[in-house]
């Protein structure tokens, strides 16, 4: 079964440089969700899309933006990249429902590092 | 706000012992209650969940049952192997209507399965 896809997997930037971490939903599914892992930490919700619109925030830093496309995809950039930004950032994706919560499927990660 | 307990780690047992990871939860509303399994370099994935009072999950051995009277949901396996060895996560998610709410993860438990 198609996953959810994220690229880069790596990627490697310097600080105060930008930059653009991008997610691929599963084949229909319509909402797309970002998290923050630090090393050794439980992953950090920081913000949430469904048809393009931010549906729920949480603990994303002004520094960063993200955004919904048309085709669902999503991109989450980050400017003024800061040493403390090195972490593990997760795409994850579900169906929407007006009531209920519905299981959130993952991608495997794009691992960033800011030297 | 929510938040969800679970036993930090590491818990380290032989294989074929019982297993059990307790977690239990804070939440306003109902939430939806869901374990995370995530094995080294690798993303997150959904091991189990329930929706309501007294469901219970289960998959690949594992159960885990919604107890709203102690606001609980700990994992358990009846027999545990090496290959189960991994971090696993306790997460809620509590239903705002919008239907895109992140969620709130624990700790993480780091389990170790020795031969």
């Known amino acids: 079964a198609a996953g959810v896809i994220q690229s880069p997997r790596h990627l490697i930037k310097e600080k105060r440089e930008t930059a653009t971490l991008k997610c691929y939903p599963i084949p229909r599914h319509d909402t797309v969700y970002w998290y923050q892992q630090g090393p050794g930490q439980d992953p950090q919700f920081l913000i949430s899309?469904?048809?393009?619109?931010?549906?729920d925030k949480g603990s994303i830093p002004d520094r960063f933006s993200a955004q919904q496309f048309s085709d669902y995809h999503s991109e989450l950039n980050m400017s003024s990249l800061e040493l403390g930004d090195s972490a593990l950032y997760f795409c994850?994706?579900?169906?929407?429902?007006?009531?209920?919560?519905?299981?959130?499927?993952f991608g495997p990660g794009t691992r960033l590092t800011v030297t | 706000g929510d938040s969800v307990t679970q036993m930090e780690g590491p818990v380290t047992l032989s294989e074929e012992a019982f297993l059990t990871i307790n977690c239990t939860y804070t939440a306003t509303g109902y939430p939806s209650l869901f374990w995370y399994v995530q094995y080294p370099g690798e993303g997150l994935q959904l091991l189990l969940k329930?929706?309501?009072?007294?469901d219970k999950g289960s998959n690949k051995g594992f159960e885990a049952t919604y107890r709203k009277e102690t606001t609980s949901f700990h994992l358990e396996k009846g027999s545990v192997q090496v290959s189960d060895s991994a971090v696993y996560f306790c997460?809620?998610?509590?239903?705002?209507?919008?239907?895109?709410?992140?969620?709130?993860f624990g700790k993480g438990t780091h389990l170790i399965i020795q031969p």
């Open positions: 329930a929706t309501k009072a007294d």
């Open positions: 997460a809620l998610s509590a239903f705002s209507g919008g239907g895109a709410d992140g969620l709130t």
């Open positions: 899309f469904y048809e393009k619109m931010q549906s």
């Open positions: 994850a994706s579900s169906l929407k429902s007006q009531r209920m919560v519905l299981e959130q499927y």
